[in-house]
């Protein structure tokens, strides 16, 4: 399973790593509907979670000194058979899908309950299953084409579990709708690209694409193929301005799902574009930089501010949450403008440490939903009294979603704040910090309504069971933990820079 013996067999149970990290949940969703029980449901989905959550961390472990894993599916060795490709960048987002994953089905046990009809809660654990799959699957393949496949097995079954959400709200049938109408054509330029690259190349191995296609950065084809793949993947990891389908999708979805979307599903999709931006067709290419420069820095600078503006306007906390998201993810893609190792360090840990951050924010909001009814600002006055431990993790989020300093949020701005000087764009450099302002005003609304005003008389909210409790308490834990200690987060996402930068080199058999 390394680069230096492309005839190595998989002998030993370690060797299989890569390809158990996918099969276990896709083969736990089908045995979960056959045997058709509601409580076995959810603990096969804890076990097939947990234990993709293990096998990336083993995989993180053998790989952060920058070497990778290729492992053979079937034995075929690439090009001509299907690889997974394991480095530190795939390691480190594959980690925090699976932990991600792991850690919302404890909330989901009590907060499907109450949210999703009982007929189909065995249904909402296979689907969950299956976009974990779909999710864990874009990022371990070194195939293109699987990418896409990968894509179409999470997004199917997202937007069933968004549409999951009419229960409580039939809106959310519509944001479903809108999703898929959206998600659709997104794919549909993906696989765009992917078609135009195999004709130009004639594989659809990762490794071997960005060797055929090295010196071609003057070929017609190639560019559009380019175009393509961003744009369809820029319109799902909701890219200002192809970000439309986020704010009901988010709003509207159960809150098991809102957590679990909002703190993977667009994560995968801007792995996928680091991917093929960086290993497949590399900075060398003249219309790639004029790309990040001319679309990436002003579309990222407007998600920025446009997006944390409508946040501060909203009344409904998911939603202001939802339009949150949109912002955090401007500052993703303008580290990956920046084109220089710290700015995609910046860009990769902050993948990460939005994805603790915000997960924990969309669990307390659910907890609050859970007595009050609705995300409503005027539904959740004084709950962070009546709800101390969920305030408590609520508001330790949101200081890291503002970057106050000792927060996760405080090292990913940071080192893109160190990233935009260090090309002496002092200009960005002042915006970031002037955009994680309008992020104080949105986030100080929310502690206002948790805590500054008074609850209804009657209101009998207390902290949500254990279950629930406990999973919000560690991820904001986490978003102060990986505020001080970095070793593992901005050490990881170092590595994967560097690998990153490295091109279609750090690729080669």
């Given at each position: 399973?390394?680069?230096?013996?492309?005839?190595?067999?998989?002998?030993?149970f370690?060797?299989?790593?890569?390809?158990?990290?996918?099969?276990?949940?896709?083969?736990?969703?089908?045995?979960i509907?056959?045997?058709?029980?509601?409580?076995l449901?959810?603990?096969?989905?804890?076990?097939?979670?947990?234990?993709?959550?293990?096998?990336?961390?083993?995989?993180?472990?053998?790989?952060?000194?920058?070497s990778?894993?290729?492992?053979?599916?079937?034995?075929?060795?690439?090009?001509l058979?299907?690889?997974?490709?394991?480095?530190?960048?795939?390691?480190?987002v594959?980690?925090?899908?699976?932990?991600?994953?792991?850690?919302?089905?404890?909330?989901a046990?009590?907060?499907?309950?109450?949210?999703?009809?009982?007929?189909?809660?065995?249904?909402?654990y296979?689907?969950?299953?299956l976009?974990?799959?779909?999710?864990?699957?874009?990022?371990a393949t070194?195939?293109?084409?699987?990418?896409?496949?990968?894509l179409?097995?999470?997004?199917?079954?997202?937007?069933?579990?968004?549409?999951?959400g009419?229960?409580?709200?039939?809106?959310?049938?519509?944001?479903?709708?809108?999703?898929l109408?959206?998600?659709?054509?997104?794919?549909?330029f993906f696989v765009?690209?992917?078609g135009?690259?195999?004709m130009?190349?004639?594989t659809?191995?990762?490794?071997?694409?960005a060797?055929?296609?090295?010196?071609?950065?003057?070929?017609?084809?190639?560019?559009?193929?380019?175009?393509?793949?961003?744009v369809?993947?820029g319109?799902?990891?909701?890219?200002?301005?192809?970000?439309?389908?986020?704010?009901?999708?988010?709003?509207?979805?159960?809150?098991?799902?809102?957590?679990?979307?909002?703190?993977?599903?667009t994560?995968?999709?801007?792995?996928?574009?680091?991917?093929?931006?960086?290993?497949?067709?590399?900075p060398?290419?003249?219309?790639?930089?004029?790309?990040?420069?001319?679309i990436?820095?002003?579309?990222?600078?407007?998600?920025?501010?446009?997006?944390?503006f409508?946040?501060v306007?909203?009344?409904?906390?998911?939603?202001?949450?939802?339009?949150s998201?949109?912002?955090?993810?401007?500052?993703?893609?303008?580290?990956?403008?920046?084109?220089?190792?710290?700015?995609?360090?910046?860009?990769?840990?902050?993948?990460?440490?939005?994805?603790?951050?915000?997960?924990?924010?969309?669990?307390?909001?659910?907890?609050?939903?859970?007595?009050?009814?609705?995300?409503?600002f005027?539904n959740?006055?004084g709950?962070?009294?009546?709800?101390p431990?969920?305030g408590?993790?609520?508001?330790?989020?949101?200081?890291?979603?503002?970057?106050?300093?000792?927060?996760?949020?405080?090292?990913?701005?940071w080192?893109?704040?160190?990233?935009?000087f260090?090309?002496?764009?002092?200009?960005i450099?002042?915006?970031?910090?002037l955009s994680?302002?309008?992020a104080v005003?949105?986030?100080w609304r929310?502690?206002?309504?948790?805590?500054?005003?008074a609850?209804?008389?009657?209101?009998?909210?207390?902290?949500?069971?254990?279950?629930?409790?406990?999973?919000?308490?560690?991820?904001?834990?986490?978003?102060?933990?990986?505020?001080f200690?970095?070793?593992?987060?901005?050490?990881?996402?170092?590595?994967?820079?560097?690998?990153?930068?490295?091109?279609?080199?750090?690729?080669?058999?």
């Amino acid at each position: 399973m390394s680069a230096a013996d492309p005839h190595y067999v998989a002998k030993t149970f370690m060797d299989h790593l890569p390809i158990l990290q996918v099969v276990i949940p896709l083969i736990s969703a089908p045995l979960i509907i056959f045997i058709g029980n509601r409580k076995l449901a959810w603990i096969i989905a804890m076990i097939a979670s947990a234990a993709a959550f293990v096998i990336a961390c083993l995989m993180l472990a053998q790989v952060k000194d920058g070497s990778f894993i290729s492992y053979h599916i079937g034995g075929w060795a690439p090009p001509l058979g299907i690889e997974y490709r394991i480095d530190a960048l795939s390691a480190f987002v594959l980690m925090l899908i699976s932990g991600i994953a792991t850690i919302v089905l404890p909330y989901a046990y009590t907060s499907v309950k109450s949210e999703i009809p009982k007929r189909l809660h065995t249904l909402f654990y296979a689907l969950f299953l299956l976009c974990l799959t779909g999710l864990l699957g874009m990022v371990a393949t070194g195939d293109a084409f699987n990418v896409f496949v990968f894509l179409e097995i999470s997004s199917l079954s997202t937007y069933v579990l968004v549409a999951m959400g009419a229960g409580k709200d039939t809106r959310a049938l519509t944001a479903a709708y809108d999703y898929l109408i959206m998600g659709t054509i997104g794919a549909t330029f993906f696989v765009i690209g992917l078609g135009l690259l195999y004709m130009t190349t004639g594989t659809l191995n990762i490794a071997d694409l960005a060797d055929r296609i090295a010196n071609q950065g003057a070929n017609r084809t190639v560019q559009a193929a380019f175009t393509f793949i961003v744009v369809g993947m820029g319109l799902k990891a909701a890219m200002y301005p192809l970000h439309h389908w986020l704010p009901n999708a988010y709003t509207y979805a159960p809150s098991a799902v809102t957590t679990f979307l909002g703190a993977t599903a667009t994560k995968a999709a801007i792995y996928v574009l680091l991917r093929f931006m960086f290993s497949v067709f590399s900075p060398g290419f003249h219309f790639e930089d004029w790309t990040l420069y001319l679309i990436f820095i002003p579309f990222s600078l407007l998600a920025m501010f446009a997006a944390s503006f409508v946040a501060v306007f909203q009344t409904n906390l998911k939603r202001m949450l939802a339009f949150s998201s949109i912002a955090q993810i401007g500052y993703m893609l303008l580290g990956i403008a920046m084109l220089n190792a710290t700015g995609l360090s910046a860009s990769i840990v902050h993948l990460v440490n939005h994805g603790m951050t915000k997960a924990a924010l969309f669990m307390g909001v659910g907890a609050m939903v859970l007595y009050s009814g609705s995300a409503f600002f005027d539904n959740l006055n004084g709950l962070g009294r009546k709800m101390p431990f969920t305030g408590a993790a609520m508001v330790a989020a949101g200081l890291s979603l503002i970057g106050v300093p000792g927060t996760a949020g405080f090292i990913s701005k940071w080192v893109l704040v160190q990233a935009a000087f260090e090309n002496g764009w002092w200009i960005i450099a002042i915006a970031i910090m002037l955009s994680s302002l309008l992020a104080v005003i949105y986030v100080w609304r929310m502690f206002e309504v948790l805590y500054l005003t008074a609850p209804a008389e009657d209101c009998t909210a207390t902290d949500p069971p254990l279950p629930m409790l406990i999973p919000m308490l560690i991820l904001a834990f986490a978003c102060i933990w990986f505020g001080f200690d970095t070793e593992l987060t901005l050490g990881s996402a170092r590595v994967a820079a560097e690998g990153l930068l490295a091109g279609s080199a750090g690729m080669a058999h």
